[in-house]
């Protein structure tokens, strides 16, 4: 078995058993990091063994000096938090980085099932012998990756307070159940996300671990950097990225008239991938961007008469 799969087996065999909350982005053949970037070729696994990996490159257009700041954060070991609206580019943010820095990637979607154990690990009967299945936060913490924990706020506090020891000077994971005490490896960096707009206010971060963060502050990117965008993973050409940017603008503004959520910006690829499908685009706008925003028949007739109005 090449060296690359044996990685993959190990790490998605211990997500399996995280209820299926986490995921790796961590291999794509052909892409290397930059040069100057380049990390450790091997990762140690626990039982000797070395394997390789790459990761998979995803583009980001930078809004602002973020991506600086965060490999400032770590470089000086520090965990991030990043908060935004959705689909407006945090995970992208996180994949990129990652690809940049050469670091395998750990991402779990938090929801309130989700147990300490989920995340550090748990004994199973295999075989008849009862055996230690690491979970996937201290799979990155041994092996240097980096672990992107999202919409942190659904995840209950006593699942939250595991990462606060990571956060510390020491950067340990202690493991109650088998007594160990993990020293995280170097590379390893915590990095949260949510969206501080819609999640209801009793679902917030303690104090205790809100300051353990680093935060960046995340928004649609500026018109001309989302037309960019919009073209380029849409798939649709400059003038039609112009028009789906402008039309979103507009409908962003009917957040004054009760608008809960702005068409974010994955509305606006998932639009322009329809339209380069051959989808008409005032079809491709009702569909891909009016319906999800809202079932309030005034809000849908006010954001067709914009469609409308824009594409002419
Ligand atoms: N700066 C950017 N550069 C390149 N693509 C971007 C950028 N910002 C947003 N996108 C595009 O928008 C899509 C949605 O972004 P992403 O999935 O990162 O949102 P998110 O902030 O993580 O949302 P959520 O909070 O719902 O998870 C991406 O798949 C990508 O196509
Ligand atoms: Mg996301």
Not at 172 to 193: N, R, W, Y
Not at 210 to 237: C, K, M, N, Y
Not at 240 to 248: G, K, N, P, R, S
Request: proline content about 7%; some cysteine.
């Amino acid at each position: 078995m090449a060296v690359e799969q044996v990685y993959h087996k190990s790490v998605f065999l211990a997500i399996g058993r995280a209820k299926q909350a986490a995921r790796v982005r961590n291999v794509e053949p052909n892409i290397a990091p930059p040069r100057a970037l380049l990390p450790p070729r091997f990762l140690s696994l626990s039982k000797g063994k070395r394997v390789g990996f790459r990761t998979r490159r995803f583009l980001y257009l930078p809004v602002g000096d973020e991506v600086a700041v965060f490999e400032t954060c770590h470089a000086r070991g520090l965990a991030v938090m990043l908060k935004g609206p959705t689909g407006c580019g945090k995970t992208r943010f996180v994949e990129h980085v990652a690809w940049r820095l050469g670091r395998p990637l750990v991402t779990i979607a938090c929801h309130d099932d989700l147990s300490a154990s989920d995340l550090t690990g748990r004994y199973l009967i295999r075989g008849g012998e009862t055996v230690w299945q690491d979970g996937p936060l201290t799979l990155a913490a041994r092996h240097g990756a980096i672990c992107y924990l999202d919409e942190i706020v659904e995840a209950r506090q006593d699942t939250v307070v595991v990462l606060h020891p990571l956060t510390d000077d020491r950067r340990m994971l202690p493991i109650d159940k088998t007594g160990e005490l993990i020293e995280a490896a170097a590379g390893f960096q915590l990095v949260i996300s949510y969206n501080p707009g819609y999640q209801h206010v009793l679902k917030d971060l303690k104090p205790s671990t809100r300051q353990r963060f680093v935060a960046l502050e995340f928004d649609f990117p500026p018109p001309r950097l989302e037309t960019e965008i919009i073209s380029h993973e849409g798939g649709v050409d400059h003038a039609t990225a112009v028009v789906l940017v402008t039309l979103a603008g507009r409908i962003r503004h009917l957040r004054d008239r009760g608008l809960a959520e702005a068409p974010s910006t994955r509305l606006l690829v998932a639009t322009a991938r329809l339209i380069a499908s051959g989808i008409p685009p005032r079809r491709a706008c009702q569909s891909a961007l009016a319906a999800p925003l809202s079932d309030d028949p005034d809000l849908l007739a006010a954001i067709h008469d914009l469609i409308a109005a824009t594409l002419g």
